[in-house]
């Protein structure tokens, strides 16, 4: 058992939207707003606008302005390193390409790769570091 409304009520709620679609193409259209709506606007332009809260503590508009400074060129290492390090990832990337071509390279040629190679990774190693150059530096920078 349901209960329809009466009719009135039906026409009283097409009344009521009709006047709220009318007001609002009207405020649109730059018309005249409704007396509730010009009340707030009429309070707000009377009291002084106050800055609204910031969680950044700067101003973000001021971000653009930084410029870093430029870093230093790379060093490079000292030639004994330098022929090292072209023997350890020299070595590999020659036999690679040989590989992915097809060729075959002469026996002197593949042991003087691997001897390369080999020299190469054992001279890195043994000229490492045993501790850091600051020994009170974590290694952190900011």
Same mark, same amino acid.
């Given at each position: ?55 950044? @503590?700067?101003?973000? *508009?001021?971000? /653009?302005?930084?410029?870093? %400074?430029?870093?230093?060129? #790379?060093? !490079?290492?000292?030639? @004994?390193?330098?022929? *090292?390090?072209? /023997?350890?990832?020299?070595? %590999?990337?020659?036999?690679? #390409?040989? !590989? ?43």
């Amino acid at each position: 058992m349901t209960q329809e409304p009466p009719a009135s009520d039906g026409s009283e709620d097409d009344k009521a939207w009709a006047e709220i679609v009318a007001g609002w193409d009207a405020t649109a259209a730059g018309g005249d707003l409704p007396e509730a709506e010009a009340d707030t606007e009429a309070r707000t332009e009377a009291e002084p606008e106050r800055p609204a809260w910031n969680p950044v @503590p700067f101003d973000l *508009a001021d971000e /653009g302005t930084f410029v870093p %400074p430029t870093p230093p060129p #790379v060093q !490079l290492p000292s030639p @004994p390193r330098l022929i *090292a390090w072209s /023997g350890v990832i020299g070595a %590999p990337a020659v036999f690679l #390409v040989f !590989l992915i071509l097809s060729l075959s390279l002469p026996s002197w040629a593949s042991t003087l790769l691997v001897a390369a190679f080999v020299g190469g990774f054992i001279f890195l190693v043994a000229t490492m570091r045993n501790e850091p150059p600051d020994p009170y530096d974590d290694g952190a920078r900011v």
